[in-house]
């Protein structure tokens, strides 16, 4: 196999010294350094780029993969480690109380019962962390086994190291303002997450951090919301598992992005009902002058149109060889 080119090592180098990078920029980066080609339109040499890498990469146990953030539906690029064992835990900066503080968040959101996938910060800086240090024998240690730096973690290194987990990209601030998990987390945990008892999504099959539920109760099927809009992409109530339950409209559907550049073909107006419309429009407006014009000015103008037409007769019964009077064309002029 040849070996990788500048391109391969371009990709790789951006990967690993600026870390996740969302679809946007990657395919941007990606048509730079392949002279304009765009990965939509040469999407058999994109995934051959890709597949080459992940293939001199299987030799360290890396690979490059992509995944979706469930809070906003975008898709990241980035490279992980795919062993979990002692020697790749060295690598870490974080100590043993910080990574068992984070293995506590990591549990809090994945099991929140709402299906938010995330937690408050104030429930982040409250969680537990004695539970996730095994002791040497393989079993979880009472508290008097405990190391000291696990019992002696401060609320204030709590705090510290939840700031640190966020910026690092482990974890995440949500729209909403609570803390949920971060790209990294979405990019190294999948097979975790597909083997912790966690519900897939019924269109993905990828585990459901932040999904909606069926509304029917007896019902366990979860659907990622991006999912449920490309399921459906009308955002109109339909059956989406087998139970034969309605799912609810998505919030926004009726002022959202798609609704605006893919209308429906009722939806979409025509030039000859905004014309009629504009006629109807100027029709009304006398009429709604004349209601607050009131009784007064009906009865004059009436008058007035009284004298105009007397006057058009009078023109009428005196015969005129040069034509029409002055007063005729005046009046043909205001009719037509």
Not at 40 to 53: P, S, W, Y
Not at 120 to 125: G, S, V
Not at 148 to 167: A, M
Request: proline content about 5%; hydrophobic content about 30%; overall charge positive.
């Amino acid at each position: 196999m040849a070996p990788l080119s500048w391109r391969h090592h371009t990709l790789l180098q951006a990967l690993l010294s600026r870390g996740p990078l969302s679809e946007r920029d990657f395919h941007t980066l990606f048509s730079a350094i392949s002279g304009g080609k765009n990965p939509a339109t040469h999407r058999q040499l994109f995934n051959d780029t890709l597949l080459k890498i992940n293939k001199e990469l299987a030799y360290l146990q890396f690979e490059l993969r992509a995944c979706m953030n469930q809070y906003d539906g975008t898709v990241y690029y980035g490279v992980v480690n795919n062993i979990a064992d002692e020697e790749s835990k060295l690598g870490s900066k974080f100590s043993v109380p910080q990574i068992a503080f984070y293995k506590g968040l990591l549990e809090a959101i994945v099991h929140e019962a709402g299906n938010d996938g995330s937690i408050t910060n104030i429930d982040a800086l409250n969680t537990r962390i004695e539970n996730q240090v095994v002791i040497a024998d393989g079993t979880q240690g009472s508290q008097s086994r405990l190391p000291t730096s696990i019992t002696n973690f401060s609320l204030s290194q709590k705090e510290k190291t939840l700031n640190e987990l966020i910026q690092d990209r482990w974890l995440s601030y949500t729209p909403t303002g609570k803390v949920g998990l971060g790209i990294r987390s979405f990019l190294d945990l999948r097979s975790w997450l597909r083997t912790n008892d966690i519900p897939s999504c019924e269109v993905c099959n990828e585990a459901c951090i932040k999904a909606s539920s069926c509304p029917n109760e007896g019902c366990n099927v979860r659907i990622h919301e991006y999912c449920l809009k490309k399921k459906f992409p009308q955002r109109k109530a339909s059956r989406a598992c087998g139970c034969g339950t309605e799912w609810p409209r998505l919030e926004g559907a009726d002022d959202g992005a798609e609704d605006v550049n893919e209308p429906e073909e009722d939806q979409v107006p025509s030039a000859n009902q905004h014309s009629r419309t504009r006629r109807r429009g100027v029709k009304s407006e006398p009429v709604e002058q004349n209601e607050r014009a009131g009784p007064s000015a009906r009865m004059t103008r009436r008058s007035l149109r009284s004298s105009k037409a007397e006057a058009v007769e009078a023109a009428q019964e005196v015969p005129s060889a040069a034509g029409p009077s002055q007063s005729t064309r005046a009046s043909k002029r205001r009719k037509n």
